[in-house]
């Protein structure tokens, strides 16, 4: 059944995404135990994603919770995958309340508690009021419990019945870390998210020990040459249908027996050098940034670093991605960087102001009659694709809506239930895409009925059950088709605009919107680059030796040298002009 799955999940990562990038899929070991390890921001399309494009069967751990669901659940079980309980999932309320006397103080008192029925040894205790969760050592008896750390929150009166808790119930996961053990010895691979749980943070969540902890366990009791490989995982709006991804496969890291030897003697020790190495390599592999502005930034300055209408293959913009995100990282606390951010954002505002991409504002300097002829060209690929888009339209439009509707709702509740999430974007994709699978076989049947019906009156039964699996096969790669090109119509009608924009601004040559935009644009360029050649060598020396593997240093001179002489060309219209030193209409 694996194949099947396979199959799925290569028409979902290509039907999805508009293209996925594989980089260093020759790290990629064939044969032998592997535990490959990836980070999680984009729930079930992650399996997905990796299932599709890697050359093993791969046999994914997943929660027990996810496991139970009626469709991703079936899947799971076809691919092979692990379960596994989630302590977060079986979390509970707590009857009663907890107080304390000091923030040194391990022993916590209850009020109207039973703590003797409730709680274990190694249970976790969980006040959401204060973002403090503490293990339980002892549980002495129903109103008094031993934990391992005081609660440095001081106790508040206004609690007058205690703090309400959550018991987080300790798991024992024995029966997985042998079934993972056991698929080790035999050379199988398993695929792990050591984060716990999807999110759309622009970092890394702390790593759980379980992966170590699996990994040493496994070749003490026998897997030969056990390796872990990092795979990073990076989405360009990954929520959004026809977007883009990277998969980055990282060095093999091998757990030696030395190392599980280690962990026989000091288990701690060495669970945590081994989840060091994870982390590491996993961080290797990865577009990350401190925050969503940072990230937008550092967005900006890949399309900006290059010269115009330079065609970058994909492994080198996600080559400039990943220097501009070390640089950003290093550099951070720098105040020339800190003013470059500001510059980014207010230009961000201003083209999201006038509605014109990034990638589109070089148009502005295009010369009118080109203008015209692209204008003239592209609305006759908008009419083009809008009869395509529109004919199926009615038909395929409950394929779009109710997905996209049920997929935000459930947004909403992830993520009120998580402390993570900070937009809930990571379950869009995964919800969305969960719908159609149920939507679509239901929809192309009702249709086939309809039409059976509709079209077919005096014909046999079997012309019209005929005429159903007609239109279950040929309805699907006709929506997509349609679809791909109703997608095209939003993103032609901004680019007219801004030709537009050109037209009517040599018309009405006091117009200051295209002359404002060119200028900032070539101000953030110079400034971009002149940070990069001065500041690159303090985040490593061979920085800027990296910088010139993409774009090589004479182009970016030479580049350098047209914007300066272009830059007064689009100062704007009204300004105090640097060049002569006084107030001028341009």
């Known amino acids: 059944m694996y194949f099947l799955v396979k199959l799925l999940a290569q028409i979902i990562t290509r039907t999805f995404f ?19 390890v990836g980070n999680h921001m984009n729930q079930f399309v992650d399996a997905a994603m990796l299932i599709a494009i890697f050359p093993r069967q791969i046999r994914f751990l997943i929660a027990e919770a996810s496991f139970k669901r009626p469709i991703i659940g079936r899947l799971a079980q076809s691919a092979g995958c692990i379960p596994v309980q989630r302590p977060q999932d079986l979390r509970y309320r707590g009857i009663g309340g907890l107080i304390w006397s000091s923030s040194s103080d391990v022993r916590i008192r209850g009020i109207k508690t039973r703590f003797k029925i409730d709680v274990k040894f190694q249970d976790t205790l969980i006040i959401d009021d204060l973002g403090v969760s503490r293990k339980v050592i002892e549980v002495v008896s129903d109103d008094e419990i031993i934990i391992d ?10 609690y007058t019945d205690g703090f309400p808790f959550f018991i987080m119930p300790k798991i024992d996961q024995s029966t997985v870390y042998e079934e993972v053990s056991d698929a080790m010895r035999n050379g199988h691979s398993i695929g792990i998210f050591p984060e716990g749980g999807s999110h759309d943070r622009t970092t890394l969540l702390p790593l759980k020990p379980g992966v170590a902890v699996m990994a040493l366990s496994s070749v003490l009791e026998g897997a030969e040459d056990l390796l872990i490989v990092p795979v990073g995982l990076n989405y360009y709006e990954p929520h959004k249908t026809l977007s883009s991804a990277v998969v980055e496969i990282g060095q093999p890291i091998p757990v030696t027996l030395e190392l ?54 994909q492994d080198n913009y996600y080559l400039l991605h990943q220097l501009f995100s070390q640089f950003f990282w290093a550099l951070h606390d720098d105040s020339e960087l800190e003013h470059l951010r500001k510059d980014l954002c207010e230009y961000e505002d201003t083209i999201n102001h006038y509605g014109v991409p990034d990638r589109e504002v070089w148009q502005l300097k295009q010369p009118v009659y080109e203008c015209i002829k692209l204008i003239i060209t592209k609305f006759l690929l908008l009419i083009l694709v809008s009869i395509v888009g529109g004919s199926f339209f009615p038909l395929w439009a409950p394929i779009r809506y109710i997905p996209a509707f049920m997929a935000e709702r459930h947004r909403k509740k992830a993520l009120a239930n998580s402390k993570v999430k900070i937009r809930g974007t990571d379950v869009l994709a995964s919800y969305r895409i969960l719908v159609i699978i149920a939507l679509l076989p239901m929809l192309t049947v009702f249709y086939g009925i309809f039409f059976s019906l509709a079209f077919m009156h005096g014909q046999n039964l079997n012309s019209k059950i005929a005429t159903v ?53 070539i101000k953030l360029q110079q400034k971009i680059r002149d940070l990069v050649y001065t500041k690159g060598p303090q985040v490593s020396p061979n920085f800027i030796q990296s910088f010139t593997t993409v774009v090589p240093d004479a182009v970016i001179q030479a580049d350098n040298k047209r914007i300066n002489y272009s830059l007064g060309e689009y100062v704007p219209v009204v300004t105090r002009a640097k060049y002569d030193a006084r107030e001028e209409i341009l």
Do not use: W
């Open 18 to 36: 508009k293209n996925v990038t594989v980089l260093g899929k020759e790290r990629i070991p064939l044969y032998g135990p592997v535990l490959f």
């Open 149 to 158: 750390k005081g609660i440095s929150i001081e106790y508040s009166a206004t």
């Open 260 to 313: 599980a030897q280690k962990y026989e003697e000091s288990p701690s020790d060495a669970v945590k050098e081994l989840l060091s190495m994870v982390e590491k390599g996993m961080n290797s592999v990865l577009l990350s940034a401190r925050d969503y502005t940072t990230l937008t930034c550092i967005r900006l300055c890949v399309q900006l670093y290059p010269p115009d209408r330079t065609a970058l293959s």
């Open 469 to 521: 699996i007609g239109v279950f096969i040929i309805l699907p790669p006709l929506f997509y088709i349609s679809r791909v090109s109703f997608e095209m119509i939003m993103p032609l009608t901004r680019n007219i605009r801004t030709l537009f924009y050109v037209v009517v601004s040599n018309i009405n040559y006091l117009r200051g919107t295209e002359r404002t935009l060119l200028h900032m644009r």
